[in-house]
């Protein structure tokens, strides 16, 4: 065993955990943070998609030991547990971006990297392309590709209304 | 309409646990003690299975438990079934084998698992399972269907000689033959329906519990029918009896058929649960569901179809062996004989079919129902022989179409169904509007002009859903009914809990149903919850699979709101001192016709509890009604949907540019849900038609045993959707629903063949038509340069 720290959704954790622990497993079952899934074994659908640092990580991927002082967000932790929903939360209820809610977590982290990445004004083809690392068997991406390019530009509005305030 | 009303596209009201991560899915539940299991698969396609030797593993730390078939059938725990009975044409039963849940003596597949090790932590029982020893005797495997019957095949099950599970035949073989010698011309194709692998994001898994107090099992599973699995898992398997046996389906995150069926896993973890006396939970990976979820479609069928010189059709006769892999699972003799050959007739006036099914084991995973199960591999035939056939003759598919409608209805077709109502022509004039077929050729010449290979393709497809009349299944060899129960419970307050037997798994039932029970009873639907899943709170349903929960288990919602609304009326005349026949029900008020007295349905609900103005001895205090509704007809939902491709011939990839879908479901409760289905249906069949395929090599390996091999679509393989509907109600169901679920993948893989095959001159293509297939059969068929032609 292993002692690991590191800030989870805003909250300094220190886990003890056997050097294989992934860390998908120690947030799933160390923490019991259960929105992050496990859909595949090999990297391949993105359900377990967190934020390290910021950026998208396939959490089926990384070592928990890995990740000593770094900032993990899952889906848990990307609105404030009494606030309202992220603005791409929101988009993807809104524009009906999901069927089973398996892929969901991982498809909207995955969309706020993008934002971060390639800006608020999204287009069909960037999304789609963007996407290569999630799977979705329910929407047939139609409607997710909506919300994502509705969740995009609701972060931008979101934004500007931080600003003024 | 009202805002929350049927028809309205309410946002869905179980999103929120969904994008907040607080859904509850099997793995994410958790019993205290539990344990892991870890199977052991054969890694042979065919083997005996000569020893095993689990005294290593089972000294490995944290084992509790290594357990092999040996030991199951000591326990007397029984073989899993297939529930539907089909009898070959010389009358003798289908040859169902012993599929026990861990394999002995014999492995039949690679991943039949031999044996399962239980330990404190996953990771402990993965590494034991690497101290099992079996020796294997390796025997020669048999894979493709098409050889499965030929003499000195290896021969899979005793039971089976020459491993045919059934040969089975339906319309009149005489009357066939009589419509092909009249016909001045005869379209003839071969096709694969390629084995697909459903892959739903979810992997299946399972939590077993077992009370030694109280005898009594807890399951939480993956499943679509929850109580179906309590039946098999108790009546057949014999793990406990019905009343101590409960299942729980929580949040199953996607199922497309692959989840209705009973397997080895879930009763292996009953049982070890109580081997152990802990709760024992398996969760499986995606390499293991790759292996043993069970796999659709498989069909080789050479199919002819017989024409007048007008192309009118006379006649159609198929031959189709199906592959149903080693074991039969639940349903797996029904999808390729009564839900595929009775839909040969499509959209039209056919006079004569004739059908033969063989169905096959081979040494590969069971196949069982995928998404429209057996209705999409008869679509593809149908819709693919008129093209074809349309081509050959020179004449406009879309009039081939026209001319060989069904128009008149009820119609009766030579294969059992009998269509209720429909208007093929609408859906197909408005798809061809939306699609703007008159602009396809100037768009083909464009396209020509970027060296771009432009084709379109349609298809007018037709399912038979709702399953569906229990007589008429019974009378066709299904082993249960096939009717759906609902039970509406009204609180004191007016809040109401709605009890469904249907199961679900992405369709929004939470909503859908929600929005029947608000228009009926005008509550806000926020007051309304369903409940479903838990075979503790629901007495007894049959789950979801088969588009059947609108069209079977609102219908049984609609029936018990009949028994409530009547009651409340009941209630309602002792508060209003008013004749039950004044009384009506509107936007949530109970009043009296023609004058300003009324009751809100919160004050019927609290006074059908208090009992203060009623003399409880002539109406029963409280207010809960149920409903068991069998269907009097399936539902036939048809539509259009038109594909437009560009082929690159330099490369053979293909790009869809445009879907056009106009479908008739008859009544639309949400059309955003149902514009959902459709979508996430459409991707999936585009999915089969360019490029999902499970190949297995020729010793039963598969070699497309994971998402690296197996091309599932991704965002950029689909285009966006154009979808559309048109209306005629369904006459043999309260709602007028006809169903949604599974028309998207039924209609589309003809829909893409027929686009790539007018774009590329040749219909030499099989699916999936990968670039590396499009590109060959250019090459073969001399037409890879567009600017040459």
């Not at chain 2, 659709?296 to 179809?305: C, K, Q």
């Not at chain 2, 169904?417 to 703007?436: P, R, T």
């Not at chain 2, 290979?453 to 299904?478: D, H, K, N």
């Not at chain 2, 609304?565 to 001192?577: I, M, N, S």
Request: hydrophobic content about 40%; overall charge negative.
């Amino acid at each position: 065993m292993a002692a690991v720290s590191l800030k989870v959704n805003g909250k300094s954790v220190t886990a003890d955990v056997d050097p294989r622990t992934l860390l998908v497993q120690l947030l799933r079952e160390n923490l019991r943070l259960t929105g992050t899934h496990v859909g595949c074994d090999t990297s391949q659908c993105g359900a377990c998609v967190v934020l390290v640092n910021g950026k998208a990580v396939k959490s089926c991927t990384v070592l928990a030991l890995q990740l000593e002082g770094a900032e993990v967000l899952s889906i848990e932790g990307l609105a404030p547990a009494d606030g309202p929903l992220h603005p791409m939360q929101e988009a993807f209820r809104e524009n009906h971006g999901l069927q089973c809610g398996y892929c969901t977590p991982g498809m909207i982290l995955t969309a706020v990297d993008i934002v971060r990445r390639k800006g608020n004004d999204l287009d069909d083809k960037t999304i789609r392309e963007e996407l290569e690392g999630n799977i979705c068997r329910c929407t047939g991406y139609h409607n997710i590709v909506k919300a994502i390019a509705a969740g995009a530009r609701a972060m931008t509005s979101g934004a500007a209304a931080n600003a003024a305030e | 309409m009202s805002a929350t009303g049927i028809g309205a596209a309410v946002r869905r009201k179980e999103d929120h646990r969904f994008i907040t991560g607080k859904g509850h899915y099997t793995d994410d539940i958790s019993r205290p003690g539990q344990t892991y299991a870890y199977f052991l698969r054969s890694p042979h396609a065919h083997a005996t299975i000569k020893s095993i030797d689990a005294k290593a593993a089972s000294l490995m730390p944290g084992v509790l438990a290594v357990l092999t078939g040996a030991e199951l059938a000591a326990d007397k725990i029984g073989s899993l079934i297939c529930g539907w009975m089909i009898h070959s044409k010389d009358g003798s039963p289908m040859k169902m084998a012993p599929h026990p849940a861990l394999a002995h003596g014999k492995a039949n597949h690679v991943g039949d698992p031999v044996a399962v090790v239980i330990a404190e932590t996953l990771a402990q029982a993965r590494d034991a399972a690497e101290k099992v020893k079996v020796d294997y005797g390796v025997l020669p495997a048999i894979v493709d269907p098409a050889q499965a019957q030929r003499q000195g095949a290896p021969q899979i099950h005793e039971i089976a000689p020459n491993n045919t599970i059934y040969q089975w035949t339906i319309g009149d073989a005489n009357g066939t033959d009589a419509a092909f010698k009249s016909a001045t011309h005869v379209t003839k194709l071969d096709i694969v329906n390629n084995r697909l692998i459903p892959n739903a994001i979810e992997p299946r898994a399972a939590l077993a519990d077992y009370d030694s107090g109280t005898e009594a099992f807890t399951l939480w599973n993956t499943s679509q029918n929850p109580h179906v699995a309590r039946l098999v898992i108790s009546a057949f398997i014999g793990m406990a009896p019905e009343n101590k046996l409960r299942v729980i389906a929580p949040d199953v995150g996607g199922g497309f058929g692959s989840k209705i069926f009973i397997y080895p896993e879930e009763v292996v973890a009953l049982w070890a649960s109580k081997k152990v006396g802990r709760p024992v939970k398996w969760v499986s990976d995606r390499s293991e569901a790759f292996l043993v979820d069970a796999h659709g479609r498989d069909h080789v069928t050479h199919a002819e179809m017989a024409l007048d010189t007008a192309g009118k059709i006379l006649g159609l006769r198929v031959k189709t062996i199906a592959n149903l892999g080693a074991y039969m699972q639940v349903f797996s003799s029904a999808v390729p004989t009564y839900l595929y050959a009775t839909l040969l007739s499509g959209q039209y006036q056919i006079p004569q079919i004739f059908c033969e099914v063989d169905a096959v084991y081979t040494n590969t995973n069971s196949v069982d129902a995928y998404r429209g199960a057996g209705r999409p591999e008869a679509t593809f035939v149908v819709e693919r022989l008129m093209e074809v056939a349309a081509r050959e003759l020179g004449i406009d598919p879309v009039e081939m179409r026209r001319k060989n409608f069904i128009k008149i209805f009820p119609h009766q077709t030579p294969v059992v169904f009998a269509y209720d109502a429909g208007d093929y022509d609408a859906s197909l004039k408005k798809a061809l509007e939306l699609a703007d077929y008159k602009g396809f050729a100037k768009r083909k010449r464009d396209a020509a002009r970027n060296g771009k290979l432009r084709g379109i393709g349609i298809s007018t497809y037709i399912e038979a859903c709702g399953l569906a009349p229990s007589q008429a299944v019974g009378s066709l060899g299904g082993g249960v009914g096939q009717w759906e129960s609902c039970e509406v419970r009204v609180n004191p307050t007016g809040s109401i809990e709605v009890l469904t037997g249907s199961h679900a798994h992405g369709q929004g039932h939470e909503t859908t149903f929600a929005q029947v029970v608000s228009d009926r009873l005008g509550v806000p639907i926020e007051s309304v919850s369903i409940v479903h899943g838990d075979t503790d709170k629901v007495q007894f349903g049959m789950g979801t699979y088969g588009s059947r929960s609108g069209a079977v288990g609102m219908s049984a919602l609609v029936k018990a709101l009949d028994k409530i609304e009547a009651k409340a009326k009941k209630v309602a005349t002792y508060l209003l001192e008013a004749a039950e026949t004044d009384i009506e029900l509107k936007n949530g008020q109970f009043s009296v016709t023609g004058t300003d007295k009324s009751v809100p349905w919160a004050g019927v609900a609290l006074n059908a509890y208090t009992a203060h103005k009623f003399p409880g001895q002539e109406l029963e205090p409280g207010l809960k009604e149920t409903s068991f509704y069998d269907p009097t007809n399936f539902t036939f939902p048809a539509g259009c949907h038109i594909c437009e491709v560009e082929v690159d011939p330099e490369t053979g990839s293909t790009e869809i540019v445009a879907w056009t879908a106009v479908d008739d479901f008859g009544v639309v409760i949400n059309p955003m849900i149902v514009e959902g289905q459709i979508h996430g249906g459409v991707a999936q069949g585009i999915g089969q038609a360019m490029c999902e395929a499970a190949v297995y090599d020729k010793d039963g390996q598969l070699v497309t045993g994971s998402l690296m091999d197996y091309c599932l679509p991704r965002a950029d393989h689909v285009p966006a959707f154009k979808v559309d509907t048109t209306m005629t109600r369904c006459p043999s169901n309260p709602l007028g629903i006809k169903g949604c679920g599974e028309a998207g993948a039924i209609a589309s893989p003809p829909a893409v063949i027929n686009a790539i095959t007018d774009a590329i001159g040749t219909e030499a293509i099989a699916m999936p038509a990968t670039p590396s297939a499009v590109w060959a059969a250019l090459q073969k068929s001399g037409r890879a340069m567009p600017h040459a032609a």
